[in-house]
């Protein structure tokens, strides 16, 4: 293994919880960056890393998920991938997207991405190169929006910042094609702390697919952070496909900063993983900025699949649209808590919450929980949650036409999977993810 | 169209029917053969809707007593989906809406599961299209609603043509017409009325239930029952049906009493 930096980050104090102790080993051994600034902050993730311990179902951020299964693995940091060919990533490749970027093991992968031909004002590269060309933009966002004071998986990653993804778009320019950022594990029990920075400037569009994926079936440890900031009037749409291998631990943050009139729309597909959890945090920090926020969670066998959400309204006329939706099977259990604050002064805010969730058989286990917190009087808030099986009237009404049950259990598990799905706005990933709701449903069956 | 000839197609002997523990339909005898219109009428919670939701196969309908045969066969023997490959169809009192189901999809996917029953071809999506298409100009339906999810955000007419235009599409040998007309103004029940005139032929048959007599003015029945507390109480031609428009129910309940008191 390689050898002792010695300008290694030297806050060495010993961990406060073992695990974290140990899953920060290696990570004194990154070398100083040459910027004072992320110096400082990685430092300050270390110390705070270093203070907090892995969460257990006594704190209530964490009362439904309990992520002792991840402790008892030795996860280590993955200092270098194998070297993998197109072939081997080509079912992941998404043809609408012609720029993409390839993580193995959380390490850039050149030969794997594709960033020729970027368009004017786009810019799409590795986050470890893009602090050296692009430091000033990069500056006053990276590590400033994913708060990891309180967060150990966010202090960890923060720690470990170096490769990753780095999008800017100009001032009032449109990335024509989706952004692919693609995440793939590939050897076991290894940790990986992927980190996306996404700075959509005023006026410009972009849609972003970041996407984490699996070789193998074995266990190992996504632990991603993803920054998006969008100026005023920028419109991004973000695809979260969370496609682990069923053995894996995957629990990412992402924090998302709305410029005024902005317009942010996350479709997060959860299917992977043994056990998940998404920490989806968006600052509405302009007036009237607009947030659409969809969730669709498709868990079975013993896959645990936990979604924390928290939209802010810190200031006035901003709307949010969320839909939640699990599809649960088997003995797996998925878990939602979407939280909404109207500041003081945020009036004429906006917001609707649904959590809907279907459970396919007697084991299958949802914890669905709303959490408005509302400040200001003049606003329309509005949050509902309902937990059922398929629809009696709708099955007899399907078969009352022919379908047989089985045809009719699984278009309806389908249908319901779709609302979110279809509403993706890229056609080769919504067929590929109705395949797949198809296939799980007739398992299901 | 009687003729006394004609193939019986469905006939209920005595037939019970509880909904949540509670008996609705008390003992109902019917033969419909092939070439009939038979329209079943009656006041409000007399169990027409549970009668006809019962021959359909709704779970929630549990059969306590008699039979029924359909083309011979043992009706309640079937599943809901074998019933409608053999021939039953029931057009849905309040149609049900399945968002996320695309109408062009579950329509190609109703019509080819009962072709194939029928040992007929299936359609691909640009056959069915066309197909469809012609279907829906017959039901004057704006061909929009292929696109969007099954009945869902359908305004009540809408609905019913969907219903009828289903019906048209799986040729039933035995349609049941749930309060088809309800809901729908002069001109849909216009619509309606020939669309269903025109799927009528010798060798099959429509049950239709309502509550008024209006639908009768447009597609006349050969016999008209009356029902009442889970039963059929009395039986007539077209002219039961206008005289139950002028003079109510009230009549012929009192008239049933009687005779079951004599």
Same mark, same amino acid.
């Given at each position: ?73 030795p ?47 786009v ?5 470890a190169?893009? %602090? ?52 793939v ?18 006026g ?32 991004v ?6 496609r ?21 729309a ?31 969670? %498709? ?22 649209? &969320?839909?939640?939706k ?18 003081p ?7 609707? &919450? ?17 959490? %408005?917190?509302i ?17 009696q009237? &709708?099955?007899f ?11 009719a259990?699984? %278009? ?5 999977g779709a ?15 109705g395949?797949t709701v198809?296939?799980?449903? &007739?398992t299901?069956? | ?8 197609l ?8 509880a ?12 033969v ?9 009428m ?8 549970t ?9 929630a ?11 011979g ?22 149609p049900?809406e ?27 999506p ?35 043509r ?44 429509m ?52 005779r079951?008191?004599?």
């Amino acid at each position: 293994m390689g050898e002792e930096e010695a300008a290694g980050m030297s806050t060495a104090v010993a961990a406060k919880h073992p695990y974290v102790e140990a899953l920060l080993k290696g990570c004194t051994e990154l070398p100083h960056s040459p910027l004072s600034w992320l110096d400082g902050r990685r430092a300050a993730a270390l110390e705070r890393a270093n203070a907090l311990t892995i969460p257990t179902t006594r704190e209530e951020e964490w009362r439904f998920t309990d992520i002792t299964p991840l402790t008892r693995i030795p996860f280590r940091p993955g200092r270098s991938a194998p070297r993998l060919t197109e072939r081997d990533i080509a079912r992941f490749e998404t043809p609408e997207a012609a720029i993409r970027l390839t993580f193995v093991d959380g390490v850039f992968s050149p030969e794997l991405s594709a960033t020729a031909g970027l368009p004017y004002g786009v810019l799409v590269k590795n986050l470890a190169a893009g %602090l050296e060309t692009h430091c000033v933009p990069v500056e006053p966002h990276l590590a400033r929006h994913a708060a990891f004071e309180r967060d150990v998986f966010a202090a960890l990653n923060t720690c470990y910042l170096r490769d990753g993804a780095l999008v800017i778009i100009a001032r009032n320019q449109d990335c024509p094609t989706p952004v692919h950022l693609l995440f793939v594990a590939a050897q076991k029990e290894i940790a990986s702390y992927p980190r996306c920075l996404v700075i959509a400037e005023a006026g410009s569009r972009c849609t972003l697919i970041e996407d984490y994926v699996a070789l193998g079936e074995d266990a190992y440890f996504s632990d991603p952070v993803t920054e998006i900031v969008l100026g005023d009037g920028a419109r991004v749409t973000h695809v979260k496909l969370q496609r682990e291998a069923r053995s894996a631990f995957h629990i990412a943050t992402c924090a998302v900063a709305l410029g005024k009139d902005a317009e942010y729309a996350s479709h997060t597909v959860t299917l992977g993983a043994r056990i998940s959890r998404y920490n989806l945090s968006v600052v509405q920090q302009g007036e009237g900025a607009r947030a659409r926020i969809d969730g669709l969670a %498709l868990v079975s066998g013993r896959q645990l699949a936990d979604t924390h959400s928290f939209m802010d309204h810190a200031r006035p006329a901003g709307k949010c649209v &969320q839909l939640h939706k699990c599809i649960i099977g088997d003995a797996a259990h998925a878990v939602f808590n979407g939280r909404i604050v109207v500041r003081p002064g945020a009036q004429l805010t906006d917001a609707a &919450q649904e959590s809907r969730n279907l459970l396919l058989s007697g084991t299958a286990h949802v914890d669905t929980k709303p959490q %408005l917190e509302i400040f200001a009087d003049d606003v329309r808030c509005s949050h509902g949650a309902t937990v059922g099986q398929l629809e009696q009237e &709708q099955m007899f009404y399907l078969r009352s036409r022919g379908l047989s049950e089985a045809r009719a259990h699984n %278009l309806l598990i389908y249908a319901f999977g779709a609302e979110i799905i279809d509403r993706i706005p890229v056609p080769s990933l919504v067929a590929q993810l109705g395949r797949t709701v198809l296939e799980q449903a &007739q398992t299901a069956a | 169209m009687i003729a006394r000839e004609a193939k019986v197609l469905l006939e209920v002997r005595g037939l019970q029917v509880a909904v949540a523990g509670v008996e609705i339909v008390k003992g109902i005898d019917l033969v419909v053969r092939a070439g009939e219109i038979h329209a079943i009428m009656g006041p409000n919670g007399s169990g027409k809707s549970t009668f006809a939701k019962a021959l359909a196969g709704h779970p929630a309908y549990v059969v306590t007593g008699g039979g029924v045969l359909f083309e011979g066969r043992n009706l309640f023997e079937l599943a809901p989906e074998e019933r409608a490959r053999a021939g039953l169809f029931l057009g849905f009192q309040y149609p049900v809406e399945v968002p996320g189901v695309g109408n062009s999809a579950f329509l190609r996917l109703a019509y080819n599961t009962v072709q194939a029953t029928r040992g007929k071809d299936e359609l691909d999506p640009l056959e069915f299209d066309d197909f469809v298409r012609g279907k829906m100009k017959l039901l004057d339906m704006d061909p929009g609603f292929l696109d969007r999810s099954v009945n869902d955000g359908f305004s009540g007419g809408e609905k019913k043509r969907n219903e009828i235009l289903q019906m048209a599409l799986l040729e039933p040998r035995l349609a049941i017409l749930d309060e088809t007309d309800s809901g729908l103004d002069i001109d849909a029940l216009r619509v309606v009325a020939s669309g269903v005139n025109r799927l009528f032929t010798p060798d099959n048959a429509m049950v239709l239930v309502t509550h008024y007599q209006r639908l009768l003015n447009y597609i006349v029945p050969d016999y008209v029952h009356v029902m009442e507390g889970g039963r059929i109480i009395k039986t007539g031609d077209k002219a039961l049906a206008l005289e139950l428009e002028s003079r109510g129910y009230d009549w012929v309940m009192e008239e049933y009493r009687a005779r079951v008191a004599a």
